[in-house]
């Protein structure tokens, strides 16, 4: 195979996390524990949605693909190549922090990555994004350590979303079937690389938060071949809502 | 009593049967002001405050309540508390400034001195 066939899959599945776990931190718009805090989380949901829609673009104007808009929100979730984590229900704050956490240091470490890649629309777009990664992780690092020193009950709960999503954010790196090839053509490093470079990443902020990382026994794989949990078709029923009413109309 | 919308309110427990309450050291989050900084070397002007529980959130805060929209390099953050001012009623210490006209650098003449000096240097 083909980076040309190879390429689209790597490019489908991390605009789905992107798009999906936008989506989800966007709910917390308005109901953030405080204004600022709102203001700030939904921002980087916002965030989230712009790198899916550069994704996307990617894929329309270098593979044919369709336009973002369609291809965003007229898929069922068995055409999603989101990881499960993204499709998770917000819970409570601790958990989407926490997945806040996982995810954007896993995004960062992808990212990073791209600034070597033989591909250079993605190449383009990580330097775009560098700034606004790096605000993520200070957000969430800095939003960990405060709770993990806020009391026993704090962070008590901050291990247990630790552990509730540890074994999830495994399936960011699930490998894709033609990995072979982009590693061989240096458009990135495959998905092995990236999750010892995350852990590298992550493990510093969670002992100096004093948690215990879980050892990684049964990462949740499945969700970059579209096997999903029932969540994410309920989130796409809500989140094309609008969108299916008339999928022609010009926005 | 019914539970504020405001969590910070809420900590302060003022439903307490006997009517007193105490808010604990570092239970309750501070106001910080925030200086915008548009270019580099240019002056960091207030913008607005922020509430935050230290001064690593507070600037956390600021980048997205006050750097978002127009061009920021940086921002400062400063504990409101930290900031001294002068009261209110002091205010009459400059009172007669508008009458001290000699103080305005435009009440310098200076123009023609100055042209003519780059006329001759030219």
Known sequence: MQSEQALPELLIKMADDELIIGHRNSEWTGLGPVMEEDIAFSSMAQDKIGHAWALYRILQEHFNGSDPDQFAFMREAADFKCSQLAEMPITSYDFSLMRHFLFDHAETVRYQSFSQSSFTPLQQLAAKIKGELKYHTLHADAWILQLCAAGAESKGRMQQALDNCFQLAGGIFEQGEAEEVLIAEKIYPGEAALYQQWLNNISPVIEKAGLTLPQMTAPVYGGRKGQHTEHLQQLLNEMGEVFRLDPEATW | ?122
């Open chain 2, 1 to 122: 009593m019914n539970e504020s919308l405001d969590p910070r309110v809420n900590r302060l427990r003022l439903n307490n049967s006997d009517g007193s309450f105490s808010i604990e050291e570092g239970e309750n989050w501070n106001v910080f002001e925030v200086f915008h900084q548009e270019k580099r070397g240019a002056h960091h002007e207030h913008v607005g405050c922020v509430h935050a529980p230290d001064a690593n959130l507070a600037l956390i805060f600021a980048k997205e309540q006050f750097g978002r929209r127009k061009k920021c390099v940086n921002l400062w953050v400063v504990r409101s508390a930290d900031i001294l001012a002068f009261d209110l009623e002091d205010e009459d210490m400059f009172a007669n400034n508008p009458d001290k006209t000699y103080r305005d650098a435009s009440g310098f003449k200076v123009m023609d001195k100055i042209n003519k000096f780059k006329a001759q240097s030219k």
